[in-house]
């Protein structure tokens, strides 16, 4: 090796070919997200690949390891040779594994946008079915579309089992057990820590869940006119039993002739960020061949941020247009100056923490006030009662995706429907629904497949954004948190910061103590 090389030529000669590409590969994911097109999922697999195979340089990573043993006092050079090694570790593999992953990825993203469920031969889309969920009094109805949003699993489930395979390959082949622990790993994540975290949060919140659950099954039986052993998934209002199951079919009513899209607009502006140029460039609304979830993406780790979304005026559309904006004004807010390898988050749970933080406003007493002019004191009350309730819901439901991960990975040749119904029923405390045994309920889920090892992070997010909301609300010396002061706050001691810190180190800079789960558990035990 040319052991005069300088770090600052290989950083450039590097970066300058990888900004290029990934750059490429973002605007194909958009097309392929945005269409469906089968020629976009071939170019995304093409580019997908090219990107990978650049971490996959072995003369490239002997540079990285003699660089980082030269210790460098520039922070900003240790911190960019940390992340590129980790990156190279999750690439260094055969070029023929490297193709295989980026092809069965595409394909799998493809099929998944382009899937439509049918009830009784009639196609209906996700935003449909969920709409049946959250306000069908009708049983059989409801059943059907609960039934109907787990088809889309059983032309999955081969596909995503054949990508665990090949995803374990490529982590044995750099020496760890699984994927499932490599992407922990490479992620500054410890294991052990972070079940042990789970396994707290479970236990202190249990007795809090126990008592929801049975006002919840109460409350649904005397909905639904069934004995509470009748009651099953398709009683609640979403898919995958994570929202509020007894929020009020009256809040919708609230926001059925609101325009969403100007109240986000509204929300973010008394925080002083001006979405119009994002706005511009995302796609907001249902059209064939399009993803029917939403997220957020930074094309450039520089100004071109985008977020796909399918708005419909109601409080899940709401809730889902504040998370995927809270998610880009982190991405537009980091420091441009910054090293190109630093221009975004140290790790999904960060940006996750503030996306979930901006949408859980949508449940608070002062959003509904300010922006939609309630003024039921029942109603307000009842949603300050439900945010509780959806956060230990979608805990559990957390709980039971981690867990399900974690041992699908270990042995991805189980019958994994069994696996997923048995931590239905110990994390939720409910029997599994019948009839389940052929079925794929799990692959349903589009992390599982498309988003691999990232659910733990909402959870983890969830707990740092109770922290930021105590944190907010002091700050802005106020009941709410859409403030300057408090947006000030954030860009200057978190967004700005990009990955010039590891996760838990940014966490610690922004709050000045570690990382904590008291301000999350507090909200879920009041």
């Not at 929801?212 to 649904?220: E, G």
């Not at 796609?283 to 979830?293: A, M, R, S, T």
Request: charged share 30%.
């Amino acid at each position: 090796m040319n052991q005069n090389k300088s770090i600052d030529k290989f950083l450039e000669e590097f970066i300058s070919k990888a900004e290029v590409k990934e750059e490429q590969l973002n605007k194909a994911v958009w097309i392929l997200e945005t269409t469906g097109n089968a020629d976009a999922a071939d170019l995304v697999a093409s580019l997908s690949n090219e990107f990978r195979v650049m971490f996959s340089d072995e003369k490239a990573y002997e540079d990285l390891i003699y660089f980082k043993n030269q210790n460098f006092s520039d922070p900003l050079i240790s911190r960019q040779i940390d992340i590129l090694i980790k990156q190279f570790k999750m690439n260094m593999l055969p070029k023929d594994i490297l193709k295989d992953l980026s092809i069965k990825e595409a394909a799998l993203n493809q099929t998944y946008a382009n899937f439509r469920s049918k009830i009784d031969g009639k196609i209906f889309t996700e935003n449909e079915l969920r709409e049946i969920l959250k306000n069908e009094k009708q049983v059989d109805l409801r059943k059907k579309a609960w039934n109907a949003s787990k088809e889309v699993g059983v032309i999955l489930a081969p596909k995503i089992v054949e990508l665990v395979e090949l995803r374990n390959k490529a982590a044995k082949h750099m020496g760890y057990d699984n994927y499932f622990d490599m992407m922990l790993d490479l992620s500054d994540i410890s294991k052990d820590e972070l079940f042990n975290t789970f396994d707290d949060l479970k236990n202190q919140t249990d007795n809090s869940f126990s008592q929801v659950l049975l006002d919840v099954n109460d409350t649904l039986s005397k909905w639904y006119d069934v004995n509470m052993d009748e009651l099953g998934p398709w009683a609640h209002k979403d898919p995958f039993c994570q929202m509020d199951p007894i929020e009020s079919p009256n809040l919708d009513e609230y926001f059925k002739d609101k325009d969403i899209l100007k109240i986000s607009k509204s929300f973010y502006e008394k925080m002083g960020f001006d979405l119009e140029t994002l706005i511009k460039r995302s796609d907001l609304y249902e059209k064939e061949g399009k993803n029917q979830h939403a997220f957020c993406i930074s094309i450039d780790r520089k100004n071109d941020v985008r977020t796909l979304n399918n708005i419909k005026p109601n409080i899940q559309w709401m809730e889902t247009l504040l998370h995927e904006f809270g998610h880009a004004i982190y991405d537009l807010s980091i420091d441009k100056d910054l090293p190109w390898l630093l221009r975004e988050h140290p790790h999904v749970l960060t940006t996750e923490a503030i996306a979930l933080l901006m949408g859980r406003q949508v449940y608070t007493k002062e959003f509904l006030q300010e922006f939609l002019d309630v003024t039921d004191e029942k109603v307000l009350d009842d949603v300050h009662l439900g945010l509780k309730r959806r956060q230990l819901f979608f805990s559990r439901s957390a709980f039971m995706i981690t867990e399900f991960e974690a041992k699908m990975y270990e042995d991805p040749t189980q019958d994994l429907n069994n696996l997923w119904w048995s931590l239905f029923e110990k994390y939720y405390k409910t029997s599994r629904p019948e009839n389940r045994e052929k079925k794929a309920d799990w692959a349903a889920k589009y992390h599982v497949g498309l988003a691999p090892v990232y659910y733990y992070s909402y959870l983890l997010g969830e707990v740092f954004a109770s922290t930021l909301q105590k944190e907010l609300l002091n700050i802005a010396e106020d009941d709410k948190i859409w403030k300057k002061t408090a947006a000030k706050f954030l860009k200057e001691k978190m967004f700005s910061k990009g990955s010039y810190y590891r996760w838990d180190h940014l966490i610690e800079h922004v709050t000045e103590k570690p990382f904590s789960s008291d301000a999350w558990i507090e909200d879920c035990s009041n």
